[in-house]
């Protein structure tokens, strides 16, 4: 990977001692990690580590209890306005309106991204181009298969060229042939410089990633590249080294 | 603005779309406004009597005639005895018993005085209540008969008599519609405005693209203009709807300017719209906002002055019903179209609407929150 071995990398997201507690419960307890730009970083865990909580606030729908959080250059507890303008999100939860077309979704979340007009039309037609959709184009989004929906809304959570884009676990229930389609479309985003920061809980996934970091019961336990997180934990596969640090959890998943 | 413009778009796409939305926006207030008034009627018809008679003659036979020539009572039992008058009574098949008891006429002509009985089957206290004094009334009527033809001679004579007679002003005919078909319209509008709103809202938290729209720089007054907006329009659609219907239906056209019903209704729109915003900020399920709406809309309609007069409630409930914007909406509804009502007469009311929408939005606009 020569991204990595590039010195002057720079830093696009970076937690330091970040918290959320709720109640007594500490949700996401003190974590500190930095993403580079351009870079795959899968956030891995176990259900109820914490994951949802942590990228939340990252992404400002959350405030931190403690620690602070700068993405794309901007503070998550004083700026989280100006990080909307600069991440795209997709979450577990299907977000596009089902009752709306293809082009409909597009323009709608292009337009209130602020691009003008032409740009959108521009874009659309680049979109379906690319997702090979043309004939589908106004079909309700309710009516197409999930892996389409997921590639979908992949392309609209960026169609503005954020800095970052989240992804909380985009491919659950995809296909194997879907999948891989959609990790294609990842690189493609991340060769463009968007930084991409993926949970998932596919292991073959984790493999993708240019690093990773392992969260249980709330606290980063591991981080590094995949080889390095293997040959750390003496393991072959990553599934191993996920069962080995996430079988220590005291937490209930949900 | 440019934002404003895409959030419109999408949700009319969305509203046009929703055939349950259509239904309830089109359908429910002209059906309603079509079979409501009709049924919501206080006259009470067809009361069923029961007639004991141990007198037979002429003067309690003529009496009876009366009685069933009157329009509002149907002799449904003509009995023996008291007992057998109570069983109809049980079996649900009388309401009221007469009861003539024997030398009626006798008593009547040679000591000038008769006694009957009533007796009177309260279940429903409202038709008890009315048919008993319906009853009492034609039997008055029925004795200023008889006294006239049994002493013609003291026809405008010694007892002084005080004889009343009334004038129904703005509604002469005392017509239940025309009282009952603004009040149901300014219902309907409520429940579009405030509870069509929230649903919209809450589902759209359900689903889960609120969370979408969240992380986007969407500004707070965008989305909450963007959900108001289109149910404002909706409500003046829905009042403008319920307008043709009265007049066509039941040929109900407002006394007063119809630009000044436009114009309140403008503002209260905006009052139960924030209402609207306000339940969505507070519950989580579609389920939820429902229930909630419920509630508020039982106790909106039962305090409203729709059905029954606010000024003969106690003092407490009255107090209660300054709380409800639905009530001065139905003062001014029934001001303008039954009786003609300027600007100057419905200001107060107008006033306390807008301190309703500045409260509500201002209360709604607080609590919603884009991030927790």
Redesign the interface.
Known sequence: MSKLANNEREVVISATELTKQFGDFIATNAITFEVFRGEIFGFLGANGAGKTTAMKML?????PTRGRATVAGFDVSTE??KI??N?G?M?Q????????TVT?NI???A????LSIPVIKEKTAALLQQLNMKSQKNVLVKALPLGWKQKLAFSIAIIHDPAVV?LDEPTGGVDPITRREFWEMIYAATNRGTTAFVTTHYMDEAEYCNRISIMVDGKIEALGTPADLKSKFNSETMDDVFLKLARNAKRIGD | MKTLRFILEKEFRQIFRDPSILRMIFVMPILQLIVLPIVANYEVKNVKIAVIDHDHSPVSKRMINKLEAGGYFKLTGYCVGYQEALQYVEQEQADLILEIPTHFERDLVKEGAAKLFVAVNAINGVKAGLGASYLSSLLRDYNSDIRMESFPATKFSQTPQLIVTYANWYNPFMSYKLFMVPGILVVLITMIGSFLTSLNIVKEKEIGTIEQINVTPIKKYHFILGKLIPFWVLGMIVLTLGLIVARVVYGISPVGNIGLLYAFSAVYLVAVLGLGLLVSTITQTQQQAMLIAFFLMMIFIMMSGLYTSIDSMPYWAQVVTWFNPVRYFIEVMRMVVIKGSGFADIAINLGIIFIFGVLLNTWAIISYKKRS
């Open positions: 992404c400002g729908l959350s405030t989280s306005e909307k303008k991440i999100y979450s939860k299907f977000s596009l309106y089902e009752d709306l409909e323009r709608f979340y337009g209130i991204y602020g989240f």
